[in-house]
Every structure is written in structure tokens, then in C-alpha cells.
């Protein structure tokens, strides 16, 4: 299985990032076709990146109110912190952790034949319909969950391309499509298809420094 982890099409050009030499960046985008005819979509209008010894990760998120505190506060601390600034109804947010990460650019790839496919770490995170994120408590644990049906995955066919960082912004260019993933809080298996593909820029926050993605 491809590596991904849970937390809780042709690219259209919706908005534009630019990054210091003016050059102009799209939007990461597409629609999740999960198998049992659920659908959502990952519209990523605002990403945030870091690096750090090699290690690169960026957080895609579907909701343009979404900041770089949210994102760490998300990602440090799971399901207790409100994720609904990062969130729209019936869309996918996506994270990625990237290995050997080299500022002049780095490529990965899903095939086997290579190694590349081990350096990078995905989770597709999907809120399905509408619906709320709500403080619940469910067995021992207790949190902010989506009153709604939740599907989590990752790819298994992708290309990405990384480059930048070091305090300036990640430039990332991905492709993906056909999914293995999970309605986990309904202990069920569930595939999914989908172009997801679109080169963008993810502003640099610094604060996902101290986040448990980082050892050095």
C-alpha cells in the first residue's frame, strides 16, 4: 500500500499567487470520485509550506479563510482543535510530507521500478455533504468531528515536482488519480478515482516549524 496517513482534471485557474519574481501560480484541483457514487472536491486555494533538513510538508486547504496558524493548530493537534477555517462543505484538503527535499528541485513519482514513491507521505482528508464540524465524544476520545460522512485516503498513482522554500515560498506541481482510502468512522473500505492535478505556491509558515514533522 502507498504510503499516506490520516489527519483528521486539468487545473482552472481560479486564483492566482505570485511569488517574488512575479511569476504567476495556479490552484491545486480536481474531483474525488469516491466508488460508491460520493463525490467532493479538492480546490486548494490556500497552501502553506515549510522545510527544514530535507523535509518539506504542505498543507492544501480548500477553504480561502484558512490560515497558517489553523493549519499547525490542525496538525499538532488533531481533532481538538476546530478544523472549520480550514473546511468547505463537500470538498478534500490534502497534506504531503516530502523526503529529501532540495530547494533546486526535487521529483517523485508512484511507480515502482524507483524509490522516489517512499519519499512522500499523503493524506486526502474528504468532508462529504454538508455538514459541521462538532465537539463530540466518542468512546475514550473526544474531539471535533464532521457531522457529516468523512472519507480519508491517499493516492496511488502521482508525480509531484517540489522546489524553493528556505523562507521563500514552495513551488509544487502535482498530478494524481485513483485512491485507496477509508469512511473511517464507519469501519469501511472504499476506493476512489479522480484527476487531481495544477502547479502552485505555497506561502511559507513558519510557524509548521513546530509541528512533529521536523526531527532536527
Known amino acids: 500500500m502507498r504510503p499516506w496517513i490520516a489527519i483528521l482534471f486539468p487545473a482552472l485557474i481560479l486564483a492566482c499567487e505570485k511569488d517574488d519574481t512575479g511569476v504567476e501560480y ?37 477553504n480561502s479563510a484558512a490560515t ?22 463537500d470538498s478534500c484538503n490534502l497534506f504531503a510530507q516530502i523526503q529529501d527535499f532540495d530547494s533546486g528541485g526535487s521529483s517523485y513519482d508512484s511507480n515502482f521500478d524507483g524509490d522516489t514513491w517512499t519519499k512522500v507521505t499523503w493524506a486526502l482528508n474528504c468532508a462529504l455533504g454538508d455538514g459541521d464540524f462538532e465537539y463530540e465524544y466518542i468512546g475514550q476520545d473526544s474531539g471535533y468531528y464532521w457531522s457529516g460522512r468523512w472519507w480519508q485516503g491517499g493516492p496511488d498513482t502521482w508525480n509531484l515536482t517540489a522546489s524553493g522554500g528556505g523562507g521563500d515560498g514552495i513551488v509544487i506541481e502535482a498530478e494524481m488519480n485513483d485512491y485507496d482510502g477509508d469512511y473511517i468512522y464507519e469501519f469501511e473500505d472504499a476506493t476512489a ?24
Do not use: K, M, R
Open 193 to 216: 478515482s479522480g484527476l487531481v492535478s495544477g502547479t502552485t505556491l505555497a506561502t511559507w509558515c513558519e510557524e509548521l516549524s513546530e509541528t512533529g514533522f521536523f526531527t532536527n
Open 26 to 62: 495556479g490552484i491545486l484541483e480536481g474531483t474525488i470520485n469516491i466508488e460508491d457514487g460520493e463525490t467532493a472536491i479538492l480546490e486548494a486555494t490556500n497552501v502553506f509550506g515549510y522545510d527544514q533538513g530535507g523535509v518539506a510538508v504542505v498543507y492544501f486547504a480548500g
Open 68 to 89: 497558517c496558524e489553523d493549519v499547525v493548530a490542525h496538525l499538532d493537534s488533531g481533532d481538538s482543535a476546530d478544523p472549520t477555517s480550514l473546511f468547505d462543505d
